[in-house]
């Protein structure tokens, strides 16, 4: 029941992007057939740029290295045992060189993988919260999670784009259905002011929905989730006294987000939750700490 309700939320979330979308393309061009393909194409494109170089752009943004089973036979050997019992393909396996704790999934499916470690989480982590985290990455891979979270990203981006459009378009007056009719120049910067926080809040609404999934299934494939919820509670304590450098594109990508410091004292911790890509550690423990499963 609960995968049901996680599935149907993301299908919302992502339904009202798509949506938001189509209705600021419709308002730049007054509703025209050609200004909502206009928009949607914008999003096609940025889907499948992102989806297809997800693997490269996040390592290079890591500067992590794929790594061999001679490299790290130990933590290779952890990656691998935990794919064959979750029944997936081997995914490579990279280490970044970052000194805070945290791991990362990215690749455009199951077959074209990448999981990755900083060394400040294979040096600091038992063993047993170290596989709680792999497993966490592993469950983003099984469930698609690269894809949904490129689609909701790219969607989100092309629609800060047009509304973008949408403001010089009010600059100099927008056209309606036909010459004669203007649109109205006051709803289209109310549009493209508006329109982006729109797209930011449900695109962050889906990562959220997708973290709290990929817990579960960790914690599935574990047989509870205190592994887990322990290492996220190490990964929290770090955090805050070990800054970790990353593009805020690649943010949502890590198990706990790197830049949660760093937003919290910009804009306050009840505003950096709202835009949040993911839950509050301390939610994702409780529910981790309740979970019990049989293996």
């Excluded at 979308?21 to 940025?46: E, H, K, P």
């Excluded at 792999?134 to 099984?142: G, Q, R, T």
């Excluded at 690649?250 to 706990?256: G, M, V």
């Excluded at 505003?271 to 979970?291: G, K, N, Q, V, Y």
Aim: net charge positive; aromatic share 6%; proline share 5%.
């Amino acid at each position: 029941m609960l995968i049901f309700k996680n599935t149907i939320k993301t299908s919302v979330l992502l339904a009202g992007l798509g949506g938001l979308i189509v209705t600021i393309a419709g308002v730049l061009g007054g509703g025209s057939s050609g200004s909502l393909t206009f928009g949607l194409l914008i999003a096609f494109v940025m889907v499948g740029s992102s989806y297809w170089f997800s693997d490269k752009l996040a390592l290079k943004s890591a500067e992590a290295r794929i790594v061999t089973e001679e490299d790290a036979p130990l933590f290779f050997g952890m990656v691998k045992e935990l794919a064959t019992r979750a029944g997936m393909p081997m995914p490579r396996v990279a280490i970044a060189p970052s000194e805070q704790p945290n791991a990362f999934a990215t690749g455009r499916n199951p077959r074209h993988a990448v999981v990755c470690a900083t060394e400040g989480l294979l040096r600091s982590m038992p063993e047993d919260e170290l596989r709680g985290v792999m497993a966490h990455e592993l469950m983003h891979v099984k469930h698609r999670d690269i894809l949904i979270g490129s689609v909701a990203a790219a969607i989100a981006t092309a629609i800060s784009f047009i509304a973008n459009m949408a403001m010089w378009a009010s600059m100099f007056g927008g056209r309606g259905n036909n010459d004669n009719e203007r649109a109205n120049p006051f709803a289209l910067i109310l549009v493209s002011m508006l329109a982006p926080i729109a797209a930011s809040l449900l695109q962050m609404a889906i990562s959220r929905s997708r973290e709290f999934e990929a817990d579960r299934g960790a914690a599935e494939l574990l047989g509870n989730g205190n592994s887990l919820a322990n290492a996220l509670e190490r990964i929290e304590a770090s955090a805050k006294h070990t800054p970790m450098q990353v593009a805020p594109a690649q943010a949502y990508a890590y198990i706990h987000n790197p830049l949660a410091e760093f937003q919290k004292k910009k804009s306050g911790p009840n505003m950096a939750r709202l835009f949040s890509t993911h839950p509050s550690t301390d939610e994702r423990i409780a529910r981790l700490r309740s979970m019990t499963f049989s293996i």
